[in-house]
């Protein structure tokens, strides 16, 4: 089973009508990076469970409807009083979207440590806020180091969020502090960038092979994505694409990798070849295109990959 840990929130996305001032009216829409990553993993058919804390309130009782609708297993998720989290998203001309979080006392920064996670528990991945936010920050790095040292394959997508990030050079410091742990590091070009202080993407992709990551992949935005190992790399082409929004592109690139991963049960990234990095970031590039084809962070489900 996939586990995937991290935050739930509300996305209020632009509607289509103006309002005062030009001012569009705000959609809610579910989402949060590993929720989505959650839902594109549960909809692709294979068993994923969330682990988290999320609001008792409507948005809470949406979020978890929702990850029922998607066939992911809710039996980690924890569940309290405080309000969910909220982004308010902006989309520039191209479609590509920018957020500002309300996230003061809110229910998954609370989240408790569930201790060991279930022995059929094969892939754990987590990110985004969740990596971030304090208290939840420190019990997901608990969590990302006791299932790395039994052998589970560990995945990551920081995410960057840098208006949440008081220190940059701290938070900078504690990734590299996580790499040895983590077998699949998926980021953004851009995130790269930002992690590696302006170095190239594929200059610091190197650097964090050479950390103790097994596999670097980087999604190029409308370019397509690349994966870098020690002993090869590999680059795919985006695939053909009506453009609504890119709200969860990345999201679903990981949720199908690991989708992809688990459906031919491969525990050791480091075996994949060429044509295996080939044919899985084909099945990403797929199922993020109709995803970016929909308003909102709305991956695929697996009838749709045929």
């Known amino acids: 089973m996939i586990v995937v ?30 929720y989505n990553v959650a839902l594109a993993a549960g909809r692709l058919g294979v068993p994923a469970a969330f682990l988290s804390r999320v609001s008792t309130d409507r948005f809470g009782v949406a979020l978890r409807e929702r990850l029922a609708a998607s066939n992911v297993d809710m039996s980690l998720l924890q569940a309290g009083p405080e309000p969910t989290t909220l982004a308010v998203v902006a989309l520039d001309a191209h479609g590509s979207a920018s957020y500002t979080f309300y996230t003061e006392g809110t229910a998954d920064r609370l989240v408790a440590d569930p201790g060991p996670l279930p022995e059929n528990v094969t892939t754990l991945c987590l990110g985004t806020l969740g990596m971030i936010l304090e208290p939840g920050a420190t019990t997901y790095e608990t969590i990302l180091r006791r299932e790395s040292a039994r052998g589970v394959l560990t995945a990551l997508d920081p995410n960057i969020r840098a208006d949440l990030i008081a220190d940059p050079a701290a938070y900078r410091a504690r990734f590299r502090s996580w790499l040895p742990d983590v077998r699949l590091l998926k980021l953004s070009d851009d995130d790269a960038a930002w992690l590696a202080d302006g170095a190239d993407p594929a200059t610091a992709a190197k650097s964090w092979l050479d950390a ?3 596999a670097v992949v980087l ?5 397509g994505i690349a994966v870098h190992t020690t002993s090869a790399e590999v680059f795919v082409p985006s695939a053909p694409a009506r453009l609504v929004d890119t709200i969860g592109a990345g999201d679903t690139v990981q949720g199908a990798l690991l989708a992809w991963l688990h459906q ?14 080939r044919a899985a970031l084909g099945y990403a590039a797929r199922a993020a295109a109709i995803t970016v084809s929909r308003s909102g962070a ?5 009838a749709e990959m045929v």
Request: without cysteine.
């Open 212 to 214: 103790g990551v097994d």
């Open 298 to 302: 709305e991956p695929p489900t697996a």
């Open 219 to 223: 999604t190029q935005g409308a370019d």
């Open 264 to 277: 031919r049960d491969v525990r050791m990234i480091t075996e994949l070849d060429t044509a295996g990095w």
């Open 5 to 34: 840990a991290g935050e739930a929130l509300v996305d209020l996305v632009p509607g289509n009508s103006t309002m005062d001032n030009g001012l569009r009216p705000l959609v809610p829409r579910l989402g949060g990076g590993p």
